[in-house]
């Protein structure tokens, strides 16, 4: 017949009695939790600093270190002094329990093993809760003493008006090149940026060498030394001299500058500043390109700049060719402009005043009826004087570009600086230079790229309302330019960046969070998503979302975080 199934002897529990299968202690494992605790080395609380201000942890050294991440579970670890006993407890697996970031709590679920008797092995499992507070680190403490800055950075441009530097600051901004900076205090001719140390001013200066035309200058000055151990302690500075040539000015050239670059024009409009000055003619799209070491060479300072520009009505738009020349370098021609005639008049003169054709290089953009900027060179007698080398005509007026009166739906963001004291003129013409960096931003594409522009909500609605009334009005369009579309230097919406707040408002018994994103053109506007509360007591508890040591997750019950600990789970491993 059949064997029948083999069946393991039982014996009796000393302590209760209990038929259970033979090991090693002959006692069950409920009794053997209540006479033995493995984990009674292991605290259930225990302490985890953070700084404040750099948010960093405490290990030691002090790290960065993600929230629930395999870094900081080490250095949690660690810090458990149960776990130093090797001989006595050994770690199987370790893993988060999933904790509110507000809450400043961190839990860790361990499962560890120890040797009772007679060769059994117990394993069991507990939770430590690390209570984090916080500890000003070393770095933010010398960070706030005054006096540590072992480098600075003195950033000076000499001009009237402070455009390159909001340029400047927004850059800073887009490529968080400013993190090392210990402060950074703004003056009337520039800014100055302390480091605490000589590589971090180093690095700052070879990122702004790549993003605007300078001069570097440096010195060190002897602070403390000690002969017997061979020990210098300075301090670096580092003079960072700004070209004094900004974005819409108009340029003079020496005539062996102009000579070296293809025998361009010596008067030219300066485009756009980047690491080098990049030039265009306005007569005749020829562009020609500047860096630092050419203009150190032959400086040549701006005749005319922003503040001095005058606007004017377009009244008619003709295309335009440029005569070729022999010496003119290849591809010197702007492919991006259209050069075009264009019959302009003075706005405050409209229908009284002379009207004027002159070429300009914003053919591409220019259509019958805009307002276009520019300079006014008939009555500028100091220009004149200076124009008196140059052996061709200047041209009566030289647009600059284009404006667009729709109103804005832009804002940037700023950097905390120190400012220096400063009169109510001062601030005025600060608002001034802020409302003109915003025009030049919002008529140049390439200087965007370089510019985290946000949406403005309330000035949105009627910027769309000037895109179907742009739209529909196609009575004459601008000059196309080979690869590019008509009007391409406008701000777009598509363009702008989604402001990050977190707002949550409790209404009733809704919850609205946060506020719902604008749609591009041609899209649906999402609506707002609501969700009903239910009571608090029907809430289910957050799921964990442990992360192990050894790469095994382990879903932790509602006991270990709720209940405190009564001995934890035991298993018997022979």
């Not at 009244?315 to 020349?325: D, F, G, H, K, M």
């Not at 405050?348 to 300009?360: A, I, K, S, Y």
């Not at 040591?549 to 035991?570: I, V």
Request: aromatic share 6%.
């Amino acid at each position: 017949g059949p064997m029948e199934a083999l069946t393991m002897p039982t014996v009796v529990c000393c302590e209760c009695g209990r038929g259970i299968e033979p090991n090693p202690t002959s006692t069950c494992l409920e009794c053997l939790r209540l006479k033995v605790n493995i984990t009674a080395a292991i605290p259930a609380q225990l302490t985890m600093h953070e700084c404040r201000s750099c948010h960093r942890f405490l290990g030691p050294p002090w790290g960065n270190y993600e929230l629930e991440s395999r870094e900081l579970l080490s250095v949690c670890l660690k810090k458990i002094p149960g776990l130093h006993q090797r001989d006595k407890l050994r770690l199987v697996d370790a893993a988060w329990i999933w904790t509110e970031p507000h809450s400043r709590r961190l839990k860790v679920k361990l499962t560890v093993q120890s040797e009772v008797a007679h060769g059994a092995v117990l394993q069991q499992s507990v939770v430590v809760e690390f209570v984090v507070r916080n500890q000003q680190c070393l770095d933010c403490q010398r960070m706030y003493a005054q006096g540590v800055w072992q480098a600075v950075v003195q950033v000076r441009q000499r001009v009237p008006h402070k455009r390159t530097f909001l340029y400047l600051e927004q850059v800073l901004l887009k490529h968080n090149a400013h993190k090392d900076c210990l402060s950074i205090q703004a003056f009337r001719d520039g800014m100055d940026f302390y480091f605490m140390e000589r590589n971090q001013a180093v690095r700052f200066c070879d990122f702004l060498e790549s993003m605007v035309p300078i001069k570097l200058k440096s010195s060190k000055k002897l602070v403390s030394a000690d002969l017997k151990s061979n020990v210098y302690n300075h301090k670096y500075t580092f003079l960072v001299d700004i070209v004094p040539v900004c974005k819409d000015d108009l340029v003079l050239l020496p005539a062996p500058l102009a000579n070296s670059l293809g025998d361009v024009s010596r008067l030219l409009l300066v485009q756009r500043v980047f690491s080098s000055l990049q030039l265009v003619d306005p007569t005749t799209c020829e562009k020609a390109e500047v860096d630092a070491d050419k203009y150190h060479r032959g400086p040549f300072p701006a005749l005319m700049s922003s503040r001095r520009l005058v606007r004017f009505m377009v009244l008619s738009v003709e295309p335009a060719t440029a005569p070729s020349r022999p010496s003119a370098r290849r591809n010197s021609v702007a492919r991006r402009f259209a050069l075009a005639e264009v019959v302009v008049c003075r706005e405050e003169e409209l229908g009284v005043g002379d009207n004027m054709t002159v070429r300009t290089h914003l053919g591409h953009v220019l259509r019958e009826g805009d307002v276009a900027l520019g300079y006014d060179l008939r009555n500028e007698l100091a220009v004149a004087d200076e124009l008196r080398s140059w052996n061709r005509a200047p041209p009566d007026v030289v647009l600059v570009r284009k404006v667009y009166e729709r109103q804005r739906a832009i804002k940037l963001r700023d950097i905390d600086v120190d400012e220096q004291q400063t009169t109510a003129r001062d601030t005025e013409a600060n608002e001034q230079d802020y409302e003109t960096f915003l025009d030049e931003l919002q008529a140049d594409r390439q200087m965007r790229r370089n510019v985290n522009i946000y949406r403005d909500p309330d000035a949105e609605t009627a910027m769309r309302g000037d895109e179907e009334e742009k739209a529909g009005d196609q009575s004459q369009p601008a000059l196309e330019v080979e690869g590019e579309d008509p009007d391409e230097e406008e701000l777009r919406i598509e363009e702008l960046l989604d402001d990050l707040t977190l707002s949550t408002e409790v209404v009733g018994a809704e919850l609205i969070v946060g506020a719902p994103p604008a749609a591009p053109a041609g899209l649906p506007v999402p609506t707002l998503t609501t969700m009903a509360l239910p009571s608090l007591a029907a809430l289910p508890p957050p799921p964990p979302v442990p992360f192990g040591a050894t790469g095994h997750q382990e879903a932790a019950g509602d006991d270990e975080e709720e209940q405190p600990f009564d001995g934890g789970g035991a298993d018997f491993v022979l």
